[in-house]
C-alpha cells in the first residue's frame, strides 16, 4: 500500500515547478498540480485521460470551448487529446490530477 497526505505533498513541492509527481503505475499516474491566485496555467493537452479534483482554491477551467467555475470539492474529468486550462485564478489552486494510463513522460525514454 502507499498512502499520501496532501500538506506532504506541498512540503515536498518545489516552488519553482507548479507539478509534483507522486504516484506512477503503469496503469495510471497522480501528481498535484499547483497554480497560484492571478497565474497562468500553460498546460498542453495529454494523450490520456485525465481526472482533476480541486483541493483549496477558487478558478475555472476550460474544456473544449466551455468554461466551468471550480472550488475545493470540484472533480472534473479531460479526455485524452482535449485541449483544457485553468483560467481566472482568484484563490491559489491545489489540484489532485490523475492520470490513465500512467502520464506519458521524457523520462521514460
Known amino acids: 500500500m502507499e498512502a499520501f497526505q496532501v500538506a506532504d505533498l506541498l512540503a515536498q513541492a518545489s516552488p519553482s515547478s507548479p507539478y509534483l509527481e507522486f504516484l506512477r503505475k503503469s496503469s495510471m499516474s497522480a501528481g498535484l498540480y ?8 500553460k498546460q498542453q493537452p495529454h494523450s490520456e485521460d485525465e481526472l482533476y479534483y480541486v483541493v483549496s482554491g477558487r478558478a475555472a477551467i476550460h474544456v473544449a470551448g466551455v468554461d466551468r467555475p471550480v ?8 479526455a485524452a487529446g482535449v485541449e483544457h486550462h485553468f483560467h481566472s485564478i482568484v484563490e491559489d489552486l491545489v489540484v489532485l490530477v490523475f492520470f490513465a494510463p500512467a502520464e506519458y513522460s521524457l523520462r521514460e525514454g
Not at 499547483?34 to 496555467?41: K, Q, V
Not at 472550488?71 to 479531460?78: I, K, P, R, T, Y
Open 34 to 41: 499547483r497554480l497560484a491566485a492571478y497565474g497562468t496555467d
Open 71 to 78: 472550488e475545493a470539492g470540484s472533480l472534473v474529468f479531460v
